[in-house]
C-alpha cells in the first residue's frame, strides 16, 4: 500500500468505534469491515447467492434478503460454516476496502476490522491498533449499548481472539478502562503518533 495504512482492531465492546469515530473528525479516512460487509450482503449482491448456496434458503427472507439473524445463529453454533461463511465474504470486504482506501487523501487509512488477527491480516499494515477493555467493562457496554444478554456476549467473546493474540501483533495497545473523555484524549494522541509516523514513510 503507497499510503501509510493503520490496522485496528480490538474484542467485542471494547470502544473500536469511539476511536475511530475521533480519529474521523480529525479528517482521517477510516473503513469499517462490518459497514463493507453490509454493502458485500446487500440485496442482489453476488454474495448473497453465494451464501443461499452454501446455507440454504432459511438464511434468505421472503424478499431474497439475507436474514442476519438466522445466518448469525447457524454459523455461532459451527465452526466449519462460519469459517465457510468467512470465504465468502471476506475476500470481498478486503477488496472494496482497499478499493476505496485507494482513493481516499490524507497522510494515513484506517481500517477498521474487528477480526483482524483472526484473519491473519495484520501482517497487511504499517501499524497495527489494539484496544483493550476488561471483559465486564465490555459485557455492561454491550449491553447497554445494544441490549444483547449475557450469554450472547459470551459466545461472541469466545468466538474471537483472546487478549494475548491481539497484543503479540500490535504496535500499540489502547487501554479503554476510563471516561470516553479519557479515551478521546488517548485518540488524539495516537493521531498525532499516526501523523508522524505516516510523514516519516513518505520522506523522500
Known amino acids: 500500500m503507497a499510503f501509510f495504512s493503520v490496522g485496528l482492531t480490538g474484542a467485542i465492546g471494547s470502544g473500536k468505534?469511539?476511536?475511530?469515530?475521533?480519529?474521523?473528525?480529525?479528517?482521517?479516512?477510516?473503513?469499517?469491515?462490518?459497514?463493507?460487509?453490509?454493502?458485500v450482503t446487500a440485496p442482489g449482491e453476488p454474495a448473497v447467492v453465494e451464501i443461499a448456496k452454501a446455507f440454504g434458503p432459511a438464511v434468505l427472507t421472503a424478499s431474497g434478503a439475507l436474514d442476519r439473524a438466522a445466518l448469525r445463529d447457524l454459523v455461532f453454533a459451527d465452526e466449519e460454516k462460519r469459517r465457510a461463511l468467512e470465504g465468502i465474504v471476506h475476500p470481498r470486504v478486503r477488496s472494496a476496502m482497499n478499493e476505496a482506501a485507494s482513493?481516499?487523501?490524507?497522510?494515513?487509512?484506517?481500517?477498521?476490522?474487528?477480526?483482524?488477527?483472526?484473519t491473519g491480516q495484520a501482517e497487511r499494515f504499517d501499524y497495527v491498533v489494539i484496544i483493550e477493555a476488561p471483559a465486564a467493562l465490555r459485557a455492561n457496554r454491550v449491553k447497554?449499548?445494544?441490549g444483547l444478554d449475557a450469554d450472547s456476549f459470551e459466545r461472541i467473546n469466545a468466538s474471537q481472539a483472546t487478549d494475548d493474540a491481539r497484543a503479540?501483533?500490535?504496535?500499540?495497545?489502547?487501554?479503554n478502562d476510563g471516561t470516553i473523555d479519557a479515551l478521546k484524549e488517548k485518540s488524539i494522541a495516537l493521531h498525532e503518533k499516526l501523523m508522524s509516523l505516516a510523514a516519516q514513510k513518505h520522506e523522500p
Open 168 to 175: 503479540a501483533v500490535a504496535n500499540e495497545i489502547i487501554i
Open 17 to 39: 468505534t469511539a476511536v475511530t469515530d475521533c480519529l474521523a473528525e480529525q479528517g482521517i479516512t477510516v473503513l469499517d469491515a462490518d459497514v463493507f460487509a453490509h454493502q
Open 103 to 118: 482513493q481516499a487523501a490524507g497522510p494515513y487509512v484506517v481500517f477498521s476490522i474487528p477480526l483482524l488477527v483472526e
Open 144 to 146: 447497554a449499548r445494544s
